[in-house]
């Protein structure tokens, strides 16, 4: 098996019938492209670009940002990287000053919240992927947006990073596609106003999940409750990819479950057609689009969407997944 998974890499991940799936590698690191590479990937959809903040001892500079941006950008050639502005606090915790007694810090300052509370330092790193962007095809995009004003605050940041760069004459690329996570119930129901404000759309399912249900994803002792099987989750999916294509903007997803190849036949069914996870996952994932057609995959979908549990739709998925492989 570990043989024709390796055969896998150069094989592109295409349904019997035809449909073009594009695989996206998921990094925290920029060492790691070589893995997305290794493994196929068409690009790589999630850049996480914490690591920068949680290493060094103090606030990494806009060089700093730079080179790790430009050294990704360049081995990954002309393929696309999508780089997540800084998604700090709750579960991965900065040298900066957060609040430290935060109750519920999943629900505090963090992610595009703390970027738009530290604007200096928002504007290093957005310097340094504009100064990247010369290098290829790069798209920045807004983690935890959950109104339409954050997105609009956070454009507008950018837009005056552009500013500010176009003044001193440093290069960057003017047409680069600016996008959001779709991680927060909130924005799912209000993506029908985020199709007119971005090009592109991630849904993080690793978020999506521990909002859509109130538990939280760090938390042990509510784990049993935490899945993506869950059907108000499938629902909540469902109403993301419609939403992107009735307005014609791309939606990928980057969570966890993008990963594991039960839920793939689900998220093709539902009309996803870009996946991104971590490069290991890629070539088992790769494997069911090229062995199941759309037909397949949508009719799939459907009885998953009458499911009324959580274990009901795992227990259809493994038959399912059984039956294919
Ligand atoms: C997610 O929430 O699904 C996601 C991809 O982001 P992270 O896991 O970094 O929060
Ligand atoms: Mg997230």
Known sequence: LAVKLQELRDLPAETTDGVHVQMLGNIEFPSEVEHCLARGADGVGLYRTEFLYLTGGSEPTEDEHYEAYASVMKAMGDRPVVMRTLDLGADKLPHLPTPEDERNPFLGLRSIRLALKHVDMFRTQLRAMLR???HGELKIMFPLVSTLIELRRAKMVLADAMEDLEEEGVPFDRNLKVGMMVEVPSAVLMMDHFVEEVD???????????????????????????????PAVIKLIQMSVDAANAGGKPISMCGQMSGNPLYTMLLLGLGLRALSATPAALPEVKRVCRSVSIKRCQKVAAHTLRLESARDVKNYLREELNRLL
């Open 200 to 230: 592109f759309f991630s849904i993080g399912t690793n978020d999506l999940i521990q909002y859509a249900l109130a538990v939280d994803r760090s938390n042990k002792d509510v784990a049993g409750l935490y899945t993506a099987a869950e």
């Open 132 to 134: 990247a962007s010369v």
